[in-house]
């Protein structure tokens, strides 16, 4: 997963709104930042491994000069950890192009061997965003070719609706284009969330923004439009003009692990409220918690995104809501500790427990979701040491079975505890005295309660129906198996950690 934001002024520097937007959406993604700007003449560009608190300093404002800008924050899900595939990416040709891109692309290979041997292009990471730049670009300068040079729009159009033609996965993509103008646009299954807003500009007109989700746009005062469609292109050009072309026919199929946990309740993703479908997650879960009639004094969430279910389960059970477990938020992601013994610490060094919240008590832990298992095993220890009686768990998502492929982490069968064992197995290994999972119609029923128009949600991480229909069982053995995968598994059990603390 991956946050991605484009401003386009009229007059106005950007950095500096590119920076406070990126912020809002680093929690997309914590291991690497970029930005570049364009002056209408020179791209510059600045991007590296780290928060973007730490990858960009005050004096950058002098140097990424620009009313023309867009951001990236970036957790690897293809390619490499290595900084060099920290995005933007960059063409010199057609007109010299920048992309940023929030999604995972299924083809890769096939379309890796097409732009290298075909035509004969280097590619310089193993990172699929920079595959999928050098199509767009393949593509461009067939239109160009079979066009002219006189409409410099309708060729990137035309471009992106070749792209669309040849590429499968997700993509939610912003590109910067020397000449031109500002263009995103988004894959024809919607799967990845993209919004365009706009605000009053000063002289007249309107400065754009696209963002991966609307809290980008509030901060720097603008008004959201709406969502793009699926398999829709929007440019806005140089003058501050908006371009909308629907490049191929779309069915909006959006990725529903992003009500569950990758976006912030905050944010409005295709007319659904997050933080109401989370809610909505609690009132089901709190059914079946009822139904199990167990004695159950305290209902506590694992911090954070699991609050929203956790409140909604205790009001409908009425059962007492408690926070029990604080989060400590200035340590790192688990997965990157050198081997398992630290990352164990580690889980120790983001929560700890509040003893009076637990000692003598039957506790409820409420989870947004498990996927690895590891983390909400030890805190399921950690409760014990803190004197909980008996503790219970509830998922707010369904059990985790299959690899997403679509841009979220969790690529292979062997990192999910799910994948392969019972509920009850599941529950044996985590050591807790009952589990309970959100049932996968109730979690449709929850996201599309917000908008009854959208008939369908990519669950493939649940029930393995990958909307796009082109998941091989080729592609999902190389993933298996794949280096980068190797190294963030390495040294861990086969049942790794959980989603929320991992």
């Known amino acids: 997963m991956c946050g991605i934001l484009g401003i386009a002024n009229r007059n106005e520097e950007v950095f500096a709104e590119i920076y406070d937007g990126l912020l809002m959406l680093q929690h997309r993604g914590q291991d690497a930042s970029g930005i570049v700007t364009y002056t209408g003449d020179v791209f510059r560009e600045r991007k590296k491994n780290g928060l973007v608190k730490d990858v960009f300093q005050a004096n950058d404002a002098e140097t990424l000069r620009g009313n023309v800008g867009m951001g990236h924050v970036r957790y690897p899900t293809a390619g490499s950890l290595s900084a060099s595939e920290a995005q933007p990416f960059f063409v010199n040709a057609p007109y010299g ?3 940023v891109h929030n999604g995972n692309i299924t083809n890769t290979e096939e379309q890796r061997q097409k732009v290298t041997a075909k035509y004969s292009r280097h590619l310089r ?3 699929d965003s920079e595959i999928l730049l050098n199509v767009l670009a393949d593509k461009v300068s067939d239109a160009i070719k079979v066009n002219g040079t006189s409409d410099p729009i309708r060729n990137i159009f035309a471009g992106v609706k070749m792209t669309m033609e040849r ?10 284009i020397a000449g031109i103008g500002m263009l995103a646009f988004r894959d024809p299954n919607g799967i990845r969330p993209l919004s365009v ?7 007249g007109g309107h400065d754009y923004a696209f963002a991966s989700e609307d809290v980008a746009f509030a901060i720097n005062s603008f008004d959201k439009i709406r969502d793009l469609n699926p398999g829709e292109a929007i440019l806005i050009d140089l003058e501050g003009n908006m371009h909308e072309f629907q490049a191929v026919e779309g069915k909006l199929t959006p990725c529903i692990f992003e009500y569950v946990y990758l976006a912030r309740p905050d944010s409005m993703l295709d007319g659904i409220s997050v933080y109401k479908t989370q809610m909505r997650m609690g009132t089901t879960l709190a059914k079946q918690i009822k139904d199990a009639g167990l004695e159950i004094d305290r209902i506590i969430p694992v911090p954070d995104s699991a609050r929203p279910v956790a409140l909604e389960v205790a009001k409908s059970t009425g059962i007492p809501y408690r926070e029990g477990l604080v989060k400590n938020r200035y340590v790192g992601r688990t997965f990157i500790m050198p081997g398992q013994q630290e990352r164990k610490k580690s889980v120790r060094r983001k929560l700890n427990a509040i003893p009076l919240e637990f000692k003598g008590m039957n506790v409820m832990l409420i989870d947004d979701s498990i996927v690895r298992g590891n983390t909400i095993k030890k805190i399921v220890q950690m409760c014990r040491e803190a004197g909980a009686k008996k503790v219970y768990i509830a ?3 369904p059990p985790v079975k299959y690899p997403n492929v679509y841009g979220i982490d969790m690529p292979t069968k062997h990192e999910l505890i799910a994948n392969g064992l019972t509920v009850e197995e599941i529950r044996q290994e ?8 959100q049932k996968l119609e109730d979690l449709i029923w929850a996201a599309h309660e917000g908008n009854p128009d959208i008939n369908e949600f990519d669950c493939s991480c649940f029930d393995g129906n990958y909307v796009t229909g082109s998941v091989s069982d080729d592609y999902l053995d190389a993933l298996e198996s794949s280096n980068r ?6 040294d861990m059990p086969a049942q790794g950690a959980s989603w929320n603390a991992a």
């Open 97 to 99: 192009i920048y992309l």
């Open 125 to 127: 990471t193993t990172s």
């Open 167 to 176: 590429v499968q996965g997700a993509y939610s993509v912003i590109c910067l």
């Open 197 to 203: 807003a706009k605000r009053d500009a000063e002289g």
């Open 395 to 397: 998922s707010a998502s």
């Open 430 to 437: 985590l050591g807790a005295d009952a589990l309970f999972y």
């Open 485 to 490: 995968v190797s190294e963030k598994i390495k």
